[in-house]
């Protein structure tokens, strides 16, 4: 099941909005516990996309012929005998 960042920024808006109304440092710390987990959440989200871009772009990249090969190289040279 797949969150939607726009979800989890509106938690870590909820969050901010409770640790403006806190009492003290305790409830303010574990306010900002929650906003960093759902953080790190949008992160390793955005992280496993870049990931799977690159996997991507290296599996084209080796994919394709080099345009240079030995064999190409072999054609009409005055040093071919």
């Known amino acids: 099941m797949?969150?939607?960042s726009e979800t989890v920024i509106k938690k870590i808006e909820?969050?901010?909005g409770k640790i403006k109304k806190a009492e003290n440092n305790d409830q303010i710390i574990n306010h900002i516990s929650k906003i960093k987990l759902l953080s790190e959440l949008i992160l390793e989200e955005s992280n496993k996309e870049t990931c799977k871009k690159e996997?991507?772009?290296?599996t084209q990249i080796s994919n394709e012929s080099p345009t240079n090969?030995?064999?190409d190289l072999d054609g009409d040279s005055i040093f071919d005998f």
């Open 69 to 71: 090969t030995i064999n």
């Open 14 to 16: 909820e969050e901010i």
């Open 2 to 4: 797949k969150i939607s």
């Open 55 to 58: 996997l991507i772009l290296k």
